[in-house]
């Protein structure tokens, strides 16, 4: 019998489904959260008592904020359509975008303030507002985006959105996680091995156990018992978790400090945020197949207010809907678990025992979720593109992969940064040094991504004057360092202000760019082909 949209009574808060959703939204977000600690904390040094008392409480805030939302909204169409199988949007960390702070901002900002001669609490400090303040930017571009999503995927083809993440995910999500997974192969390729069975193989497990939970046990239990049996890898030693601790995530004006840093990282945090709005669309339209009837403009403004009032409130990763609405509405859920997973998530950021958790689940078991993930989103990139466009996405891989070499020579430990500078400044007879173009290519790579995409989908689809025009503005990216900067942090700059090699290197990306866009314009004067052969054959 339908339920009256009169009052709410009839509606009950919870159902059995819910117990599994939420299972699953929280693992979800307690894998990201994971993975942002041990990347910040082992593999940058960072302070962790800055990561769980400082950064923790105001993003937990953020999923604690948007679920609550996300419940009302559900609740209120469930409401107004008389319908009780109205599912709710689940609201969670963005995968992509939080291990690419972690690893592309946060972690080189905080090596980079070290570097400057900072101790490391004032590096840390500053590093947290730096995040802080980059959870603003993006929470303000999406604001002013939401009410012009459509647009936007009307201007810009889903091969280069999707590409331009898709590479990302392949690269940072799908390799380095995997590296980190494969550090510890026993508990590492066993977690991996119990995800890919029930996630792909859609294997079953006894007493109908969640795949991703029984992972994180199977991995779980494997680190610690070989570690404890002393058959584990050397140098195991139970964590020392930090003292239990409530810390109220109130506003906090350290983001304002932080806006200045920002400017060197707008080149990956703008794209990070638009993919943010692309993703919310598709998510909103996912689940109007499904069945429930989002507002897209709705949808879109509470990951941003979200997102917003967790910077300001101390966060450094940002939230987003997931992508798995339909599959949460087959799994029995309908609003309470996004309740219970954002009062669970909220409450354990400020209380402290969500940093407890994370402490004590192991990388080789975190890591191999955000290897699926980035697998998921990778393989996406190609299913929901057009089959024709298929090269534009495999195009727009490649500066996620340049990217990716740029983590890795720019370790120290690998190359003095000495001796990386003077590879870098390297040109001889045959062009560039490798170095050079590796890291021209890799900074900015979303963008740079973004743009290839179109031009390639413009030109598949013969539109030569439009892909000159997107070259063109590649060209003038260029020379201000959004894309193929220059500076070896990937900071922008003014043209007129470089000198030596630099200039030369951001001047000839530049000018590589128009002559392909006036050639384009050239070629874009023949006629087409339609008309040279009714021209041939009149009849």
């Known amino acids: 019998m339908p339920i009256s949209t009169q009052s709410s009574r009839r509606l009950p808060w919870f159902v059995a489904g819910d117990l599994n959703g939420f299972f699953g939204l929280v693992v979800d977000n307690l894998s990201i959260l994971g993975f942002i600690a041990a990347a910040l904390v082992g593999i940058f040094g960072f302070p962790a008592e800055v990561v769980f008392l400082r950064m923790f409480p105001g993003t937990a805030l953020g999923v604690l904020l948007g679920n609550l939302m996300y419940t009302v909204m559900a609740r209120r169409l469930a409401m107004r359509s008389g319908r009780d199988d109205v599912t709710a949007m689940p609201l969670g960390l963005d995968a992509p975008t939080s291990i690419g702070m972690a690893l592309l901002v946060l972690g080189p900002a905080f090596a980079g303030f070290r570097q400057q001669g900072m101790d490391e609490q004032a590096a840390a400090l500053a590093t947290w507002q730096l995040g802080m303040a980059s959870l603003v930017v993006m929470g303000l571009l999406k604001l002013a985006l939401s009410f012009a999503g459509d647009w936007i995927t009307r201007m810009l083809p889903r091969a280069a959105l999707l590409g331009s993440i898709g590479g990302a995910a392949l690269a940072l999500l799908g390799f380095l996680p995997l590296l980190e997974t494969l550090r510890n192969p026993v508990v590492g390729m066993a977690s991996f091995g119990v995800l890919l069975y029930v996630l792909l193989g859609r294997g079953r497990l006894p007493w109908r156990v969640p795949g991703v939970l029984a992972a994180f046990v199977v991995g779980t239990a494997l680190y610690y018992g070989l570690g404890l049996a002393g058959l584990g890898l050397p140098g195991f030693a139970v964590p020392q978790p930090q003292p239990l601790q409530a810390v109220l995530p109130l506003p906090d004006a350290g983001f304002i400090t932080g806006l200045p840093y920002t400017v060197p990282y707008l080149p990956l945090l703008l794209p990070f945020g638009l993919l943010m709005v692309i993703g919310g669309i598709n998510v909103a339209e996912s689940a109007r197949a499904a069945g429930d009837d989002y507002r897209t403009r709705d949808v879109l403004l509470v990951e941003a207010v979200a997102t917003l009032l967790a910077g300001i409130c101390g966060g450094v990763a940002q939230t987003t809907p997931y992508i798995g609405q339909p599959a949460y509405k087959h799994m029995g859920a309908r609003h309470g678990y996004t309740l219970l997973t954002g009062l669970f998530i909220g409450l354990g950021g400020m209380l402290g025992y969500v940093s407890l958790l994370v402490q004590w689940l192991p990388v080789p078991v975190l890591a191999p979720i955000i290897v699926y993930v980035g697998l998921g989103i990778t393989v996406q990139a190609f299913q929901a593109s057009p089959r024709q466009h298929a090269p534009a996405v495999a195009l727009a891989f490649l500066p996620a992969l340049a990217y990716l070499l740029v983590i890795k020579l720019g370790n120290p430990?690998?190359?003095?940064?000495?001796?990386?500078?003077?590879?870098?400044?390297?040109?001889?007879?045959?062009?560039?040094?490798?170095?050079?173009?590796?890291?021209?290519?890799?900074?900015?790579?979303?963008?740079?991504?973004?743009?290839?995409?179109?031009?390639?989908?413009?030109?598949?689809?013969?539109?030569?004057?439009?892909?000159?025009?997107?070259?063109?503005?590649a060209g003038v990216l260029t020379l201000f360092g959004v894309i193929h900067s220059v500076d070896p942090r990937g900071g922008i700059y003014l043209p007129w202000m470089l000198e030596g090699v630099r200039a030369t290197i951001a001047w000839q990306f530049a000018a590589g760019y128009a002559v392909l866009a006036l050639l384009l314009g050239l070629l874009s004067l023949q006629r087409p082909v339609a008309e040279e052969t009714e021209a041939r054959d009149p009849h």
Do not use: E, Q
Request: net charge negative; charged share 10%; glycine share 8%.
């Open 413 to 473: 430990a690998w190359i003095a940064p000495d001796s990386f500078a003077a590879l870098y400044a390297g040109i001889d007879a045959h062009g560039l040094s490798d170095l050079a173009a590796i890291v021209s290519l890799g900074n900015g790579f979303i963008i740079t991504a973004m743009l290839w995409g179109t031009a390639l989908v413009a030109i598949i689809d013969r539109h030569p004057r439009r892909a000159a025009a997107v070259l063109l503005l």
